[in-house]
């Protein structure tokens, strides 16, 4: 059911621009596209889709023997309109909660239930800022940095709370979202550095490390009505457990088997060592070879949060509109191209029972789609534990 080839990419122009077509079938995928609303598993394929067509035009224009890379502003510039899109839909959230946010100021500065929590926020945030100038920012770059990576942690975590898309992928970096607007060659030398160094807190596995976690776990808590405070007080122990073992633990097993000689080490397959590698070539690159705002990246970011604004407008505005941003931001980012056919089966099925047995058809297969989770999880569960013993011996 894996990297079965259903089409091979074309040589004749345009239609190299669709590429190969891929056939994977992760079943606990599967099941939870089976589980998500029917509109972002729709989504996903259907957007996925467009790209691929966008492709195409892209092949007409430029003549080219097949399509951009996605990760260049060149059109379509897929993962730029995807960025554009996570911006979109912060942009959706923050004026559909401006009330909440009200009620919060006014509780905050009544002396109300939200005093400490936003206390906690401004004296947590601009710590963070303090921390990133020390290590070497300028102050505006160090703010601008700190702003840009809790907007995308904010979009990501609302994202997977909402969607229950927990795979999805920031669309870009902090890093080359902020280089795409400002241009390398306005950040000092200090500040590249520091940016580069600090790859791993905004390249955490692309999904902006703890908060969407937490975040669903605090939506489960509220779901099955768990005291939100005890939950709380849980994460907080869990990630100071979490930095006392993995701080001297790594620093163990790297000085005694060394970083290099280590599966993770390997920067042609493994994450960790090829995220080591290219935060310090990309580095290298905009020292010696600064550059200015890319026009097209940033077209291509204004295209995307304007259509990510008109889906939403579609789905406040009909009831019969079925597109949502999610899935408009899932198809331009990383990933898509493995998980269509998945997203593309739970849709499908699920669709089929809700048409031809409604509801209770559908409740009646939610355990079996469940058991796809839990069986395919406790599998990769199990062969992680054996990795990880491996990587000790």
């Known amino acids: ?21 891929q056939w ?3 079943p606990w995928l599967v099941g939870v ?7 972002i598993s729709l989504s996903c394929w259907v957007f996925h889709f467009i790209t691929r067509a966008e492709n ?18 060149v059109f379509p510039a897929l993962f730029y309109q995807g960025m554009g899109a996570l911006l979109g839909m912060f942009a959706i959230v923050t004026w559909t909660g401006r009330g909440h946010w009200r009620r919060v100021w006014l509780s905050a500065t009544d002396g109300g239930e939200y005093r400490w929590p936003l206390i ?3 004296v947590g945030l601009g710590f963070a800022c303090v921390w990133c100038a020390a290590a070497g920012m300028s102050p505006f770059v160090a703010v601008a940095f700190v702003a840009v990576y809790m907007a995308v942690a904010f979009v990501m975590g609302r994202v997977r709370v909402e969607t229950g898309l927990g795979i999805l992928l920031s669309p870009l970096i902090v890093s080359e979202l ?15 550095t520091t940016i580069a160094s600090l790859r791993w807190s905004y390249f955490a596995k692309g999904t902006m490390g703890v908060m969407p976690a937490q ?9 099955a009505r768990f005291d939100a405070r005890r939950l709380a007080k849980a994460m907080y122990a869990a990630i100071v457990l979490a930095i006392l073992l993995a701080v001297p633990l790594t620093l163990m097993l790297y000085h005694d088997k060394s970083f290099n000689a280590m599966r993770i080490g390997d920067r042609t397959q493994h994450y960790i060592g090829s995220q080591s590698y290219w935060a310090y070539q990309n580095l290298a690159g905009y020292i010696t070879t600064p550059s200015g705002p890319s026009a097209p990246g940033i077209t291509a970011i204004v295209c995307g949060f304007v259509t990510s604004l008109g889906l939403a407008a579609g789905r406040f505005r009909y009831a019969w509109w079925s597109l949502h941003p999610a899935g408009y931001m899932a198809a331009n980012s990383w990933g898509m191209h493995v998980y269509w056919s998945s997203f593309f089966t739970g849709w499908l099925v699920k669709t089929a029972l809700l048409r031809s047995g409604g509801f209770r058809a559908y409740r009646g297969a939610f355990p079996w789609f469940m058991g796809l989770i839990m069986g395919d999880v406790l599998a990769h569960g199990v062969a992680s534990v054996v990795r990880c013993i491996q990587d000790f011996l």
Do not use: C, H
């Not at 195409?56 to 502003?73: K, M």
């Not at 280089?179 to 030398?189: C, D, H, K, P």
């Not at 975040?215 to 779901?223: P, Q, T, V, W």
């Open 120 to 122: 906690g926020m401004v």
């Open 215 to 223: 975040l669903e776990g605090m939506k489960m808590a509220d779901a």
């Open 56 to 73: 195409v035009v892209a092949v007409v224009r430029t003549g080219a023997s097949g399509p951009p890379s996605v990760y260049s502003p």
């Open 1 to 21: 059911l894996r990297q079965l080839m259903i089409w091979n990419q074309p040589t004749v122009s345009p239609w190299s621009g669709v590429g190969s077509l």
């Open 33 to 39: 596209a089976f589980i998500v609303p029917i509109d």
């Open 178 to 192: 902020m280089y795409t607007v400002g241009g390398t060659a306005s950040f000092s030398r200090r500040s590249l």
């Open 24 to 26: 994977d079938v992760i």
